[in-house]
């Protein structure tokens, strides 16, 4: 018997990269999945590439009223799920000096609002003995220059992970969240150039311990433990980083 058969998801941001990989994780392992994303282009692709095993819907979570269409969505598609993985996200790297308003509201509007009202709205259809997991990121802990505004969009997403792990526990709801380091994804995480992904390539396997970068498939194993094995935990951050925060 596939490892979760009859059991629903929900993957934000699952149109690619670490997100895609939860999808396929839990398609593979019989799942019935709903998966979300923004941009057009990755959004046909999914599609083209997952066909009638997943269902693709179209959400921007900087905008809570594509957040509240999706929860209507996930209600009369798949009803009550037993994982909700919030990970849209969005990394623009600028010297703190530079950063404007604009670039300020985008990382905060996606990442943080976006984050916190997707579980909002969809915790209610979790059902007891499900689980939340949220992406961070080692930019909570890492102080690396050019992150002010991404570490301080995901160490928010942190803290909403403890208190709603409380708030939820009543309802045998646990929440979790993954935190990766370096992931070799297409987009490398940052909205940057061909050129600056290379070069930020290169900076994590250097700055890595393990001298490499992790894959996708590697986070998607550490959402699906919490989402699904680790039953006695909720409040925690699991880092996905090659040693980098504790050895680095």
Not at 90 to 95: E, N, T
Request: charged share 20%; proline share 3%.
């Amino acid at each position: 018997m596939s490892k979760f058969a009859g059991k629903k998801a929900v993957v934000s941001g699952g149109t690619h990269g670490m997100g895609l990989a939860v999808v396929k994780a839990l398609l593979d392992g019989g799942a019935e999945v709903l998966l979300t994303g923004r941009a057009g282009a990755n959004l046909e692709a999914a599609r083209k590439e997952l066909g009638d095993n997943a269902h693709v819907v179209a959400c921007d979570v900087s905008n809570l009223a594509d957040i509240r269409a999706l929860a209507d969505t996930v209600k009369q598609t798949l009803g009550e799920v037993d994982l909700v993985h919030v990970n849209a996200g969005y990394a623009k790297l600028f010297p703190a000096s530079l950063v404007t308003e604009e670039m300020y509201d985008q990382t905060f509007d996606i990442n943080t609002k976006g984050a916190f009202f997707t579980a909002q709205l969809l915790a209610p259809l979790v059902r007891k003995g499900g689980g939340i997991v949220f992406t961070t990121s080692i930019a909570n802990t890492t102080g690396t220059a050019g992150m002010s505004v991404y570490a301080g969009a995901k160490a928010a997403v942190r803290s909403f992970v403890k208190v709603l792990a409380a708030e939820l526990l009543p309802g045998g709801i646990r929440v979790n969240a993954v935190s990766p380091g370096f992931i070799d994804t297409p987009s490398m995480g940052v909205d940057a150039s061909t050129e600056e992904r290379e070069q930020f390539h290169k900076l994590g396997d250097e700055l890595t311990p393990m001298k490499r970068h992790g894959t996708p498939e590697e986070v998607a194993a550490a959402v699906l433990f919490l989402g699904f094995d680790a039953t006695f935990t909720t409040g925690e951050e699991l880092v996905v980083d090659g040693g980098l925060v504790v050895i680095g």
